[in-house]
Nanobody, 123 residues
Framework: VQLQASGGGLVQTGGSLRVSCAAS????????TGWFRQAPGKEREFVAG????????RYADSVKGRFTISRDYAKNTVYLQMASLKPEDAAVYYC?????????????????WGQGTLVTVSS
């Protein structure tokens, strides 16, 4: 199983960016997918998630209304569209997969993790 996160980069405050998570060895049809982020010196925190059926999403309060999680079954890829980015959104973003029917918000619930992609937001 491999989760490959990509799409990170440098963006100005107020800008937008889309990060992607492509899976091999598992199907996102069978796994709930989450995005987490970790800034230097801070714990990894939940950002957004989408259930394996795709019918339910969940967001951290800090990103509600600005971030959107979506999935392309054909490409077996999950996306996180980020808008109105703030300096406090800067972090390494990780995707993860959980064999759950709901969206967990704790790292322990996720069995598989991608390597992370760095998002930098300039002020």
């Amino acid at each position: 199983v491999q989760l490959q996160a990509s799409g990170g980069g440098l963006v100005q405050t107020g800008g937008s960016l889309r990060v992607s998570c492509a899976a091999s060895g598992l199907s996102f049809r069978s796994y709930t997918t989450g995005w987490f982020r970790q800034a230097p010196g801070k714990e990894r925190e939940f950002v957004a998630g989408i259930t394996r059926g795709g019918g339910s999403t969940r967001y951290a309060d800090s990103v509600k209304g600005r971030f959107t999680i979506s999935r392309d079954y054909a490409k077996n890829t999950v996306y996180l569209q980020m808008a109105s980015l703030k300096p406090e959104d800067a972090a390494v973003y990780y995707c993860a997969a959980a064999a759950r029917g709901i969206v967990p918000t704790t790292t322990q619930e996720y069995a598989y993790w991608g390597q992370g992609t760095l998002v930098t937001v300039s002020s």
